[in-house]
């Protein structure tokens, strides 16, 4: 069965610096990963996907996310965190059979001005 | 842009109660999804649906029921309401092969 694993319930990052959000995952075939984010009170946002292509993928609000097929991760990126990215962060993977998506159980993080 | 709305921001309701989530998009999705939010857990999917009148069971069907009479709505029910149904609830839809779009989330308390 396809799954992903957060490892991390909390990262703690200051304004300014890079942050770093990991997933792992664990698929049989290729991979189609995906990150959302959930700010409070409200429902998931998409962030960016991996299906094909380039391992380093852009996504909204200047995150990116870096797939690596070896070390079956696909960790979230932000060169420099703002107060503002503090938020609930969901990895997740798409299961094909049936055809639905599976979530990690979500990193928090806060963003320290 | 793509809407997913969910009827209730907040319900409170009494044991044993009959609870109706509803949720409509109107983007003329063929997938909809029911999850479960709990802190800890992630999201957990209960049920789904990739047409009118067809429903699959996720990962924790148990207690739940679902209804998709018209494409653009898929209703959650607890026949039955218990307090470890309290929880969030988020509904979404979307081809999968892109992204899937969210609710804003229904919170329910049951006392």
């Known amino acids: 069965a396809q799954s992903v694993a957060q490892p991390e319930d909390q990262v703690n990052v200051a304004e300014g610096n890079p942050l770093t959000v990991k997933c792992t995952y664990s698929?049989?075939?290729?991979?189609?990963l995906f990150w959302y984010v959930q700010y409070p009170n409200r429902g998931l946002q998409f962030l960016l996907k991996?299906?094909?292509?380039?391992?380093l993928v852009k996504g909204s609000y200047g995150f990116e996310a870096e797939f690596n097929k070896s070390q079956t991760s696909f960790h979230l990126k932000k060169p420099s965190a703002l107060v503002s990215d503090s938020a609930l962060y969901f990895c997740?993977?798409?299961?094909?059979?049936?055809?639905?998506?599976?979530f990690g159980t979500g990193t928090r993080l806060q963003v320290f001005p | 842009d793509v809407k997913v709305t969910q009827s209730s921001r907040y319900l409170v309701k009494r044991t044993g109660e009959k609870v109706f989530l509803e949720c409509v998009q109107d983007?003329?999705?063929?997938?909809m999804f029911w999850y479960r939010q709990d802190p800890g857990l992630g999201l957990r999917l209960i049920y789904f649906?990739?047409?009118?009148?067809?429903?699959e069971k996720g990962d924790i069907p148990e207690g739940y029921s679902v209804s998709r009479e018209k494409k653009e709505r898929f209703s959650l029910i607890l026949e039955s309401a218990s307090t470890n149904q309290t929880s969030m609830y988020l509904c979404?839809?979307?081809?999968?092969?892109?992204?899937?779009?969210f609710g804003q989330g229904t919170r329910l308390t049951v006392v």
């Open positions: 698929v049989s075939g290729n991979p189609y």
């Open positions: 649906s990739y047409d009118v009148k067809m429903k």
């Open positions: 997740a993977v798409r299961d094909m059979t049936p055809d639905k998506l599976i």
């Open positions: 991996y299906i094909t292509g380039d391992n």
């Open positions: 979404a839809s979307g081809p999968l092969n892109t992204e899937a779009f």
């Open positions: 983007m003329d999705h063929e997938n």
